[in-house]
C-alpha cells in the first residue's frame, strides 16, 4: 500500500473556539500548510534533539580524548553532595 | 546505596563542577550558577543511583556515539525540559564509572538562547522518531 493511500475519510466542522478535531492521529507535531483552494494539509513531525553548541562539542572531543588517555578527574563525592544545600 | 561512581571528563567538566562548589563553599554562586549546581547535583546522584530514572530521560545520542566510537547519552537537568540543561555521559573508563563530558547549554555561552527553541524534523511519517534508544539497566558496569 502506497504511503499516501487513504486511511480514514470523514467530515469535519470548525467548534465554537476555531478547532478541528483530528480523530486517530499518531503524530504529535504537524506542519501544516494552508492551500489558496481552501485545503489544509498537515504533514507529520517527528520531534528531534535540540542542536549541540561548537564549544561543547570541543569540550567534549577533548574529554574522550583524555578519557582514552587514561585521564580523568577524581570522582564526586557523592556524600558530600547529597548533604549540601545549593 | 550508589550503584556508579561519577566522574568528570577532562578539562571543562572538572574545571566547572570545581568553579561551581568552591563558589558554592565560599558563598560567591551567582543566582544561574546556584539554579545550574542545584540541577547539577540531583542530575548527578540520580546517574549515580539509576541512569535509566525516569527524570534523567537517559537517551543514547547516535551521532555522538558514531563520532567517538563508543555509547553517548544524554540527560535531561530538569524533567522532559531540554532546554533546561542537557547532560552528556558515557560509561567508563573503569566498569561501574560514569564521566560526565558535556554540558549544554555551556554555561559561559551568550548563545545559549539560541537552543532553547523546540525543533522538529522534517521527516515522514514511519521514518522513526529521530529519538535514540534509551540505556539498558545496569548496561556496563554493574556498580560495587
Known amino acids: 500500500m502506497p504511503s499516501t493511500a ?25 506542519r501544516v500548510v494552508h492551500r489558496k483552494d ?20 570541543r569540550g567534549m572531543d577533548a574529554a574522550i580524548k583524555n ?7 577524581k570522582p564526586v563525592d557523592l556524600k558530600k553532595l547529597a548533604a549540601m544545600k545549593a | 546505596m550508589a550503584k556508579f561512581t561519577v566522574e568528570m571528563g577532562l578539562p571543562e567538566m572538572e574545571s566547572l563542577w570545581n568553579e561551581l562548589l568552591s563558589k558554592f563553599e565560599n558563598g560567591t554562586l551567582a543566582g544561574d ?11 548527578i546522584l540520580f546517574l549515580a543511583e539509576n541512569p535509566t530514572h525516569p527524570g534523567l530521560t ?10 567517538y566510537g563508543q555509547k553517548v547519552w544524554q540527560s535531561y537537568l530538569e524533567n522532559r525540559t531540554p532546554a533546561a540543561g542537557r547532560l552528556f555521559w558515557t560509561y567508563g573508563p573503569r566498569k561501574g564509572v560514569i564521566t560526565i563530558i558535556g554540558l549544554e547549554p555551556h554555561p559561559e555561552s551568550g548563545k545559549s538562547r539560541g537552543y532553547d ?19 539498558e539497566r545496569g548496561s556496563r558496569g554493574k556498580g560495587k
Open chain 2, 117 to 135: 527553541r523546540l525543533r522538529l524534523s522534517k521527516m515522514r511519517a514511519g521514518e522513526g522518531s529521530g529519538i535514540g534508544e534509551r540505556p
Open chain 2, 33 to 43: 550558577e546556584r539554579l545550574l549546581l542545584k540541577k547539577l547535583r540531583k542530575a
Open chain 1, 67 to 73: 578519557l582514552r588517555a587514561g585521564k580523568h578527574s
Open chain 1, 6 to 30: 487513504t486511511l480514514k475519510e470523514y467530515d469535519a466542522h470548525i467548534d465554537a473556539k476555531k478547532r478541528v478535531t483530528i480523530r486517530g492521529v499518531s503524530h504529535g507535531f504537524f
Open chain 1, 38 to 57: 481552501g485545503s489544509i494539509l498537515l504533514k507529520p513531525r517527528a520531534l528531534v534533539d535540540a542542536p549541540i553548541s561548537g564549544r561543547t562539542l
Open chain 2, 58 to 67: 537517559s537517551h543514547e545520542i547516535k551521532p555522538l556515539s558514531d563520532r
